[in-house]
């Protein structure tokens, strides 16, 4: 056996696997306003990218110190999302899905234009939040931000994990999201907790958004980011949490081991084909709820 091609398998493997828990991040985004709000947020990709370039300008152009310049966007990234919740999303409770749906692709459209409107269509480098130093194990080459950006992922995502679990917010947030008629008559203010829901997926898709511009480049294409989480949360299960971490490491390995034995292009083939294919055996996703409907 090849040794070479045995290091070379182990370092796209490894580098695909810490990639995911970056993935995993955008596909958190999209499984908690779902689960509460029943709504698939189109929105998420251009959240993710506003959250950087406002890292970006309290960062560079106003000379910010990393952390909190990283705070501050994450602040302002929550300020917005009650902003959204107010004035766009409640006034449209209790109508069909679609409106909802098409309200997000609405505002997915306006931060996409404001961004472009305010810092162009130009790349631009952003300082690192987290050390580069690469990781040298043998003959196995680690980028240094694939693993500090997996080490954020997997610490949020754990904490994420603990929340719902045990806290009484994340115990309230997951009734509601379960059967929000009950929830009501135990209580619960369901308008809370889904406007909390819509600044926890804004606050993760912020945190994805940074990690992600900190590790490449900034520029409105990081909105498109988003939609590899489309086959994440797909193949997981819109509603699974659990689902979105597993499929997130799959479509990282996925990912990475095309890109480096197939060319950068088939990155973007190889994965949805996988999925597909799962999806024709399992069309509610690995962990998914089944949902049947009685006609």
Same mark, same amino acid.
């Given at each position: ?50 959250? %950087? ?42 109508? +069909? ?15 996409? $234009? ?13 300082? +690192?939040?987290? +050390? ?21 992922? %997997?610490?949020? @995502?754990?904490?994420?994990? %603990? ?28 308008? /809370? ?26 520029? +409105? ?6 939609? %590899? ?15 979105? @971490? ?37 069309? /509610? $996703? ?10």
């Amino acid at each position: 056996m090849d040794m070479a091609r045995v290091y070379e398998f182990i370092e796209f493997s490894t580098i695909g696997l810490l990639s995911g828990g970056v993935l995993a991040l955008v596909a958190l985004s999209f499984v908690l306003v779902y689960k509460g709000t029943g709504v698939v947020n189109f929105a998420v990709g251009e959240v993710m990218m506003l959250g %950087a370039y406002l890292y970006y300008a309290a960062h560079v152009t106003f000379g910010l110190a990393p952390v909190p310049a990283f705070v501050l966007s994450l602040a302002a990234i929550a300020v917005l999302a009650v902003l959204v919740e107010r004035m766009v999303l409640r006034p449209l409770s209790g109508q +069909p899905t679609v409106s909802v749906l098409m309200a997000t692709i609405g505002m997915a459209s306006i931060v996409h $234009g404001t961004v472009e409107a305010i810092w162009g269509g130009d790349t631009f480098t952003v300082p +690192p939040l987290l +050390p580069r130093m690469p990781l040298n194990l043998g003959e196995v080459l680690i980028p240094g931000t694939a693993i500090g950006n997996f080490a954020v992922a %997997a610490v949020l @995502i754990g904490a994420f994990i %603990a929340f719902f679990r045990y806290s009484k917010t994340g115990i309230a947030l997951r009734a509601t999201a379960s059967d929000p008629v009950t929830a009501a008559t135990m209580g619960i203010d369901i308008r /809370h907790a889904q406007r909390l829901t819509w600044i926890l997926s804004s606050l993760v898709g912020t945190v994805a958004g940074v990690l992600i511009a900190t590790s490449a480049n900034l520029s +409105p294409l990081l909105a498109s980011t988003a939609l %590899a989480a489309f086959a994440v949360i797909i193949l997981g299960g819109l509603d699974s949490i659990v689902g979105a @971490i597993v499929a997130s490491l799959i479509v990282g390995w996925l990912d990475a081991v095309a890109a480096g034995y197939l060319g950068g292009k088939a990155r973007d083939l190889v994965p949805y084909v996988v999925v597909l294919a799962i999806l024709v055996m399992r069309p /509610h $996703g690995i962990f998914g709820t089944r949902s049947i409907e009685r006609l």
